[in-house]
């Protein structure tokens, strides 16, 4: 402990930038995250989450890992799916593309009714296996299905697939690259596979996909979400546009017997993201992920997208306004009156007026709303715009006032994850946490609400961790309060901070919480507590040494001090990293005394740490003048 502050380098005392509220409030660093480390780095990585069991299927270069989460360990199984060597020596003699996309990434993994359907690019021969006995790998022609592998995967990991399962179908968003239109089909189903029209996708690049409960079964719809990119537009244009694009899950094409026909009910609309009064725009639908509402609430489609300059913004979408757009906007282009039965109107085929060729009619041309769909609050959620989003997914919790509250994650290419309480157009980010033991791009994300955890892989790793992490907040009322998230509140009954059990009933009132804004006063009136006061360590130096006192930051959004004896003087405690530092230069000499730094935050100072400075050979000066000369000095050095 008496080594504690003997830093010989001096710290630099960087002011604190921009607005503080911001910027996470917590910052956690988890070095026993249960996870597993990829024994190569994998450059690609395909994600697979069986919801309610804990296994994880991972799909990366020629392997398979299934990862068996427990509380505390993992249990992994490594299932090869090896190239096939005759399309490795083409691919490495023919096509152009680098040598190390000759191999097989797995690129698709689904579940489709009960068989696990897995597709690789098989160094550009796409293949599908069906995992059976859950270690082994059995042909996919042996489902019984026809299966066209290149419309489930694509030739090489750089070209991102989105896909869908639902009600035994898989669907397959191919992203264009090169000569390759790009695609948006029904790919492995009993049912009549369906393709799109080429006009419909403009070179276009998923980002995401999503299953939209109707509000009868026949009504649900399968959205995509997708950037479009016009190689024909000037240079003076911004060539990207962001899309959703929607199918009926009841579309069963045009022609009965037909192997292979269209979409009839595809439609698709611009989704904006900017502010509206700047011109400047977010085109690029970079990930998507889809907050299905609970009983009676609107679901929210959480979008990241970014600018030709990189930079990313979290736009968010009401799927009601979505919804409305779809289903009222005029068709750009489209001049003459609609039939009957409006396009994208999801009807079983035997149902009165539905004629589908007819709709295509009107859809071949013209699939596009001509109304734009405008972010909640018409404007980015209020982030900090120095992080780069790369994934995102999100839950919803319900508070102790049985008000539902959004929690968004998002991962950031330095391997940060952020929770964020997202309640009416408003952003609080609750934490940040680096969980890994290599800094790399959060490349994948997936949740399970059911069990509660959150599942974050780089290209080296996949960690997990639980949605209420309440034990982070400290034992304190305030603490926990004040953290405000919706997973946790204060456990009356055992004086902690607990995760709120599922279907608690808000007039028990047995816990405590505050989500709508910062304020602990619920614990009791700030001025009745008393600030406690923390013993002071003993730090014993030499009068010449350099002095550098710490004091650990836990919030990010309180205002930090420091004071010495009864010197009714404070000085400001600027954050740098994880903690502030009081430091002794030439010009701001110390003395023996006793120094405490206390944090202010909701209007409640709190008493964080003290240090008691003891000299080991006699100060040369007189004591009392110099503890004058140091609260000069560090009031004007550090206010
Ligand atoms: C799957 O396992 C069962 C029993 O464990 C075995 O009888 C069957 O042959 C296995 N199937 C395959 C395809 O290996
Ligand atoms: C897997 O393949 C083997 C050999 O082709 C076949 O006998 C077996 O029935 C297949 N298993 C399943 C579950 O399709
Ligand atoms: C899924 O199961 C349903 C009902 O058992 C069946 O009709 C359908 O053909 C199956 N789909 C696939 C892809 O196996
Ligand atoms: C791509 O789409 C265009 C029309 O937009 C079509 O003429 C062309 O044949 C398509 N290319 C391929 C490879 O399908
Ligand atoms: C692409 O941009 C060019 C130039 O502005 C324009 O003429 C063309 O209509 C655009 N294509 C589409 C499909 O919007
Ligand atoms: C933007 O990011 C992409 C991929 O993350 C990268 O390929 C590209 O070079 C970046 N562009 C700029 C301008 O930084
Ligand atoms: C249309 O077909 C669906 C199932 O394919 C069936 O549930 C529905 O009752 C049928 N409706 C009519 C009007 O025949
Ligand atoms: C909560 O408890 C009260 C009384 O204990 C009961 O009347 C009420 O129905 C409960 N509410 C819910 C949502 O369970
Ligand atoms: C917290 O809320 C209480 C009660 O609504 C209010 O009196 C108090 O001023 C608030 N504190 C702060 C710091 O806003």
Redesign the pocket.
């Known amino acids: 402990m008496k080594h504690l502050m003997l830093l010989s380098t001096f710290l630099q005392l960087a002011g604190v930038v921009g607005s503080a509220e911001k910027l996470p409030r917590l910052k956690f660093t988890v070095k026993d995250a249960v996870g597993f480390h990829f024994p190569d780095p994998e450059t690609h990585t395909t994600l697979f989450l069986e919801l309610g069991t804990g296994s994880l299927y991972v799909g990366g270069r020629g392997l398979l890992y299934v990862l068996q989460f427990t509380e505390s360990d993992v249990k992994t199984t490594q299932i090869p799916v090896t190239v096939n060597e005759k399309a490795k020596k083409t691919c490495l003699s023919k096509l152009n593309v680098p040598q190390s996309e000759c191999e097989n990434f797995i690129t698709v993994i689904h579940k489709v009714n009960s068989s696990l359907l897995i597709c690789g690019t098989n160094a550009g021969a796409p293949k599908c296996w069906l995992l059976v006995n859950g270690t082994e790998l059995n042909d996919s022609t042996d489902s019984g299905l026809q299966v066209v592998p290149a419309d489930i995967s694509p030739p090489f990991p750089s070209q991102r697939v989105v896909s869908l399962s639902a009600e035994g179908s898989l669907y397959s968003a191919l992203s264009a690259a090169g000569s390759f239109n790009g695609s948006l089909r029904r790919t492995y189903s009993h049912r009549k596979l369906l393709k799109n029209e080429d006009k419909w996708l403009q070179y276009p690049q998923f980002a995401g996909s999503a299953l939209v409960p109707g509000n009868e079964k026949h009504k649900e719809e399968a959205y995509f979400f997708f950037s479009e990119l016009n190689k024909t537009a000037s240079v003076d244009e911004e060539p990207h546009r962001a899309r959703i694009g929607r199918v009926c899950m009841v579309d069963e094409g045009v022609v009965r017997n037909a192997p292979l026909d269209s979409w009839t009910t595809f439609l698709k609309a611009r989704v904006m993201c900017g502010v509206p009064s700047k011109p400047q725009q977010f085109n690029q639908l970079r990930e998507a992920y889809v907050l299905t509402g609970e009983r009676g609430t609107a679901g929210l489609l959480y979008g990241i997208f970014s600018n030709a300059w990189n930079t990313t913004v979290v736009c968010v979408y009401s799927i009601d306004q979505v919804n409305q757009v779809f289903q009222t906007s005029k068709l750009k282009g489209y001049s003459n009156t609609l039939p009957a039965q409006r396009p994208g109107t999801c009807l079983f085929k035997n149902a009165t007026n539905s004629l589908p060729w007819k709709i295509l009619g009107v859809i071949r041309d013209h699939p596009e709303m001509e109304d734009l769909i405008y972010p909640l609050g018409q404007r980015p959620l209020d982030l900090p715009t120095t992080d780069r989003y790369t994934r995102t997914v999100a839950s919803s919790a319900q508070g102790v006032n ?1 008000e539902v509250y959004s929690v968004l994650y998002l991962g950031t290419d330095s391997g940060k994850v952020l929770k964020v309480l997202h309640s009416s157009e408003e952003a609080f980010i609750i934490s940040q946490y680096r969980l890994f033991r290599d800094e790399a791009a959060v490349t994948a994300m997936a949740i399970d609400h059911s069990t509660g955890h959150l599942y974050v892989g780089t290209s080296l790793e996949v960690r997990r961790i639980p949605l209420a992490d309440c034990g982070r907040y400290g034992d304190t009322c305030r603490g926990c309060v004040l953290s405000r998230d919706p997973y946790c509140g204060w456990d009356l009954t055992n004086q902690k901070c607990s995760p709120i059990p599922r ?1 608690h ?4 009132g047995d816990f405590l919480q505050n989500l709508d804004n910062s304020n602990a006063s619920i614990c009791g009136n700030a001025a009745d507590l008393q600030p406690q006061r923390t013993s002071p360590r003993e730090v014993i130096l030499d009068s010449d040494s350099p002095i550098l006192l710490p004091c650990p930051v836990r919030s990010h959004h309180a205002v930090y001090t420091w004071e010495k004896d009864n010197c009714i003087k404070s000085y400001t405690c600027p954050v740098t990293g994880e903690s502030c530092v009081l430091s002794s230069t030439e010009e701001l000499p110390m003395d023996p005394g006793v120094f405490r730094c206390s944090a202010l935050e909701d209007g409640f100072r709190e008493e964080i740490v003290s240090y008691r400075l003891v000299f080991n050979s006699a100060p040369l000066w007189a004591p009392s003048a110099a503890l004058a000369a140091l609260c000069t000095a560090l009031g004007s050095a550090l206010m």
Do not use: K, Q, R
């Open positions: 049985e279907g009933n808000a007039s028990d």
